[in-house]
């Protein structure tokens, strides 16, 4: 199995499966299980994202996935993971894999990543990006959320978990949740979106040359209380407020009707967009 060395000396495994044009994939290969799974089954997610998003592509796709956001978690890098450094580890994740030229799909700050991947690189031959818009992004939003998080970090039970809550926004009091990361696991956000405050991805788009495409859930929207930033980060409203610009300017747009950023990103909804999208875009050196 190949191992990339990531920018900070850590090494990550990275599995590839089936064969064709290379398509980078941030997910876990493997499942979770026991009682973590089944809370995810209360919430509507999938213990299995990852495997169900691999084996929904890897028959007319090589698929390198690898599990990013767990690593992160595992190997927190709370002073490097900056925007520069994340764009980085995701080209070592390439190379590791032999690919030169390859698509990218990422959800939530995953897909932020691969924007932040797309405007350093010519090597990509597709981005596809969920829950995340690439204009009108809530980059101070995100902020807040984080030094939040960051705040309340210190002085609770150090269980790793996600950096973005997993149950959906409109069946879940926030106000009532528990911070359960570390300290270096929080601050590592906080150093990401403080990286990002001065980003202008109106002025990136230019520097973006691949075919692109980015989705959400019409109801992705999560109103935070004062405990956590006391902000709204509407991921739906950014995309169909900029939805016409987006599509003038190259980018193909879907918004998923009546699902939030939970369900958005379950390989039910991804894959029949996702999907069809990679196959009308793969060109023949790929």
């Not at 060395?5 to 990275?14: A, C, F, I, Q, Y």
């Not at 300290?183 to 075919?211: K, M, N, S």
């Not at 193909?252 to 029949?272: E, F, I, N, S, W």
């Amino acid at each position: 199995m190949p191992e990339a060395k990531l920018h900070d000396g850590t090494t990550l495994e990275v599995t590839v499966s089936g064969s064709g044009p290379t398509v980078l994939l941030p997910v876990d290969p493997e499942p979770d299980e026991g009682p973590q799974a089944e809370q995810m089954r209360q919430f509507g997610a999938d213990p299995a994202l990852g495997r169900s998003l691999i084996d929904g592509l890897r028959d007319a796709f090589r698929v390198v996935a690898f599990d990013y956001q767990g690593h992160v978690l595992r190997e927190p890098k709370p002073d490097t993971l900056t925007p520069d450094a994340v764009a980085a580890d995701l080209l070592a994740v390439a190379d590791a894999a032999g690919a030169d030229r390859f698509a990218y799909y990422g959800y939530s700050w995953l897909a932020l990543s691969g924007l932040q991947l797309a405007i350093r690189t010519g090597r990509l031959w597709a981005l596809a990006m969920g829950g995340f818009p690439p204009l009108g992004g809530p980059y101070a939003e995100m902020l807040r959320v984080t030094t939040a998080t960051h705040g309340m970090s210190g002085a609770t039970p150090s269980t790793p978990a996600a950096p973005e809550p997993a149950p959906a926004a409109d069946e879940f009091d926030w106000s009532s949740v528990e911070v359960t990361m570390t300290e270096p696991q929080t601050r590592q956000f906080v150093t990401f979106y403080q990286a990002l405050q001065g980003f202008d991805d109106r002025a990136a788009r230019a520097r973006i040359g691949c075919p692109r495409l980015c989705f959400a859930g019409s109801a992705d929207t999560i109103a935070y209380d004062e405990r956590w930033g006391g902000v709204t980060v509407d991921i739906a409203g950014a995309i169909t407020t900029h939805r016409r610009e987006l599509e003038e300017l190259g980018w193909d747009v879907r918004v998923l009707d009546g699902l939030d950023h939970t369900k958005a990103m379950q390989a039910a909804h991804v894959l029949p967009i996702l999907r069809p999208w990679l196959d009308a875009m793969r060109a023949p050196d790929n």
